[in-house]
C-alpha cells in the first residue's frame, strides 16, 4: 500500500510528460509483469480495459481468464502504469490478456455493458432481491431499477431449489466518489458541471435540509462530500439511503438507513437531509469554487493556468474530468497547476466468482443512450 502512494505521489510531483496514441489491441496469452497500481475484479477482458480506462492513474493492464490455471485468480483485473506509458516488460503467459487503457480512443464515460456471464456470480453489493422467470427478466428490473448496476440470476439447475429463480439487484457507485477532501491553504477545489448534471425529465424540486442538525446512528456508510448538497446526491444515488448526516469539519457524509424513523439531535456543525430521487433539485453547488478545499489523489493530469476560473473551464470541457483541485500557491513549483481528476463510474462488482447456474449481467440503460435495446 505504501509503495502505490509512494508512486503516485512521484508521478504526480515528476514534471515528466508522455503522449499515447490510441491502442486498442489486445493480447492474448501475454502478462505485462510489475508495475501494478491495484487489482479489482472484472468478468472479462473488456470491462477490465473499460475499468482501466476509468482509473485515474492506469494505462495498461493484465486480465487473468477464467481459464487461467495456475492458481485460483480467475477474473482479476491488474491496472497498472509506468512513467513511460509503456509496460516495462512483455511475458508470455496462458489464460492472461493484456491491453491499454482508451483514455486517448475518446472512450465512451459511460460504457454500455451488454455481455451476459453464464456460470458466473457478482457476490456481494445487493440491495434488493425478488424472484423473476429468467435471467433476461431479471436483466430488465435491473434496467429499470435506477439503483441497480449489476445483478446475478440463480436459475432452474441451481442445487438450493429455495433460492431458484432468485434476481439479485446489486450497487455500485454511479457517480464520483472523492477519496479525501481536507482544508488546506491556497488551494481552491471544485466539480465539472457537465459529469454531476443529471439530465432527465424530473420536476425541479428544493432539497430538504436540517442544519445544525445531526441524526446518530443507523449508519450504511460513510463517504468523503464536499457540502451538504454534494451528501444529498450522494445518498440520492445510493438505493438504501434513507436520510444523511453531513460532518462540516470532516468532510465526513454519513448515508443513513432507517426506514421506520429519525431521531434528530441538535449540533453545531452537522446538516442532515433527505435524498431526492423523485425530483431534480437544485444544482447550484455543483458551479461553487470551493477555497481552501483539496481533493486529494485521483489525478489524471495537470496544466498550467493562471486562475481557478480557467481550471474549472477546462474541467468542464474535458470529458474525463470530474473535480478539480488548483493550487494557488504552495511551493514554487506547484503554482498554477490545475489537476484534473477523476473517479470510476462504471458498473464495478466486488468480486467476480465461478458458480455453475448463476447468470450475472450489467443494467442496460446506458445501452439506450445512444440507440434503444431490446432484451429477448
Given amino acids: 500500500m505504501e509503495t502505490h502512494l509512494i508512486l ?72 497498472k502504469t509506468t512513467p513511460s506509458g509503456q509496460p516495462n516488460l512483455r511475458t508470455p503467459l496462458l489464460g492472461a490478456t493484456s491491453g491499454f487503457s482508451l483514455k486517448n480512443c475518446n472512450a465512451d464515460p459511460q460504457p454500455c455493458l451488454p455481455q451476459l456471464y453464464h456460470n458466473v456470480d457478482f457476490p456481494g453489493a445487493d440491495y434488493r432481491s425478488l424472484f423473476t422467470a429468467d435471467y433476461e427478466e431479471c436483466q430488465r428490473a435491473c434496467t429499470q431499477d435506477h439503483g441497480c448496476q449489476f445483478f446475478t440470476f440463480v436459475n432452474v439447475g441451481y442445487t438450493s431449489e429455495n433460492i431458484r429463480y432468485k434476481c439479485h439487484l446489486k450497487f455500485s457507485w454511479a457517480v464520483p466518489i472523492i477519496p479525501i477532501v481536507q482544508r488546506k491553504m491556497y488551494v481552491v477545489s471544485g466539480f465539472s458541471e457537465p ?147 477523476r473517479a470510476i463510474t462504471m458498473p464495478a462488482p466486488p468480486k467476480v466468482t465461478k458458480v455453475t447456474n448463476a447468470v450475472s449481467g450489467f443494467q442496460l440503460r446506458n445501452c439506450m443512450r445512444s440507440a434503444p435495446v431490446t432484451v429477448a
Avoid at 428544493?206 to 463517504?223: A, C, E, H, M, R
Wanted: net charge negative.
Fill in 8 to 79: 503516485g505521489v512521484l508521478l504526480s510531483i515528476c514534471s515528466l510528460s508522455f503522449s499515447q496514441e490510441c491502442d486498442q489491441q489486445l493480447l492474448e496469452n501475454m502478462d505485462f509483469p510489475g508495475s501494478g497500481i491495484k487489482f479489482v475484479f472484472s468478468p472479462d477482458v473488456s470491462h477490465c480495459q473499460q475499468l482501466c480506462t476509468q482509473h485515474p492513474a492506469c494505462l495498461f493492464f493484465t486480465f487473468v481468464r477464467a481459464d487461467w490455471t495456475g492458481d485460483n485468480r480467475h477474473f482479476y483485473c491488474y491496472l
Fill in 195 to 341: 459529469a454531476h448534471t443529471t439530465q432527465g425529465s424530473k420536476p425541479a424540486c428544493k432539497g430538504k435540509l436540517f442544519p445544525s442538525t445531526d441524526i446518530q446512528g443507523n449508519d450504511l456508510v460513510t463517504v468523503r462530500a464536499a457540502s451538504p448538497e454534494h451528501c444529498q446526491t450522494l445518498c440520492s444515488a445510493h438505493p438504501d439511503c434513507t436520510f444523511f448526516t453531513f460532518v462540516s469539519n470532516n468532510f465526513n457524509c454519513q448515508l443513513k438507513e432507517n426506514k421506520k424513523e429519525m431521531v434528530f439531535k441538535a449540533g453545531a456543525g452537522f446538516t442532515s437531509g433527505l435524498p431526492a430521487r423523485f425530483c431534480q433539485p437544485d444544482n447550484s453547488w455543483i458551479q461553487v469554487a470551493l477555497e481552501e478545499v483539496d481533493f486529494q489523489y485521483s489525478d489524471i493530469r495537470y496544466e498550467l493556468m493562471d486562475d481557478a476560473h480557467t481550471c474549472q473551464m477546462t474541467c468542464n470541457e474535458d470529458a474525463n474530468c470530474q473535480f478539480y483541485t488548483y493550487m494557488l500557491l504552495l511551493i514554487l513549483c506547484f503554482r498554477r497547476r490545475c489537476y484534473l481528476k
